[in-house]
T-cell receptor
Framework: KNEVEQSPQNLTAQEGEFITINCSYS?????LHWLQQHPGGGIVSLFM?????KKHGRLIATINIQEKHSSLHITASHPRDSAVYIC??????????WGAGTKLIIKP | DGGITQSPKYLFRKEGQNVTLSCEQN?????MYWYRQDPGQGLRLIYY???????QKGDIAEGYSVSREKKESFPLTVTSAQKNPTAFYLC?????????????FGSGTRLTVV
């Protein structure tokens, strides 16, 4: 079993829909990261959080440390949000442990 | 603007040849990392370096080598010993090597071995 599990693996939605991507982890962590990878491959860091909730524009990330679970939400989704969203955690040895990613497609 | 530059973006090599991927950062970050990404899998750590002239093996170091002669540069050589080198390679850096500060990522190099 992977230490970081994301769901769903693939998600297709219509423009304007509210999107939720989930991440569960099984190790102790010091931080959880949400990242975005576009088709060209480059990765952009969206959030780093260790508790509670963060918001940036239409993106919201939450984490529940007790349940070892995090969610990434996108409000009023747009085709330009189409990308792979990756969850990663910083484990006890301070290295990143990566999820396999969620491929999101937003149709106009 | 500060950032990480990886070059080239696409690289083709014949089987059996060594190839070096470049990674340069002007962020004054101490730590640098190399990851490999295969379709449908999470990124896997190849090598990392927390300080100049020092580096550590990651989870999949076999068939790869690195150097860290300058703080700004962390080139990765894919040697002929790497059995399946075709993959997407990503370089990253962070302010402090062992602490969970934010990471900056390069745009990646897609290596195809024919």
């Amino acid at each position: 079993k992977n230490e970081v599990e994301q769901s769903p693996q693939n998600l297709t939605a219509q423009e304007g829909e509210f999107i939720t991507i989930n991440c569960s982890y099984s190790v102790g962590i010091s931080a959880l990261h949400w990242l975005q990878q576009h088709p060209g491959g480059g990765i952009v860091s969206l959030f780093m959080l260790s508790s509670g909730k963060k918001k940036h524009g239409r993106l919201i990330a939450t984490i529940n440390i007790q349940e070892k679970h995090s969610s990434l939400h996108i409000t009023a989704s747009h085709p330009r949000d189409s990308a792979v969203y990756i969850c990663a955690v910083t484990g006890s040895n301070y290295q990143l442990i990566w999820g396999a990613g969620t491929k999101l497609i937003i149709k106009p | 603007d500060g950032g990480i530059t990886q070059s080239p973006k696409y690289l083709f090599r014949k089987e059996g040849q060594n190839v070096t991927l470049s990674c340069e950062q002007n962020l004054n970050h101490d730590a640098m990392y190399w990851y490999r990404q295969d379709p449908g899998q999470g990124l896997r750590l190849i090598y990392y370096s927390q300080i100049v002239n020092d580096f550590q093996k990651g989870d999949i170091a076999e068939g790869y080598s690195v150097s860290r002669e300058k703080k700004e540069s962390f080139p990765l050589t894919v040697t002929s010993a790497q059995k399946n080198p075709t993959a997407f390679y990503l370089c990253a850096s962070s302010i402090q090597g062992a602490i969970a500060y934010g990471y900056t990522f390069g745009s990646g190099t897609r290596l195809t071995v024919v």
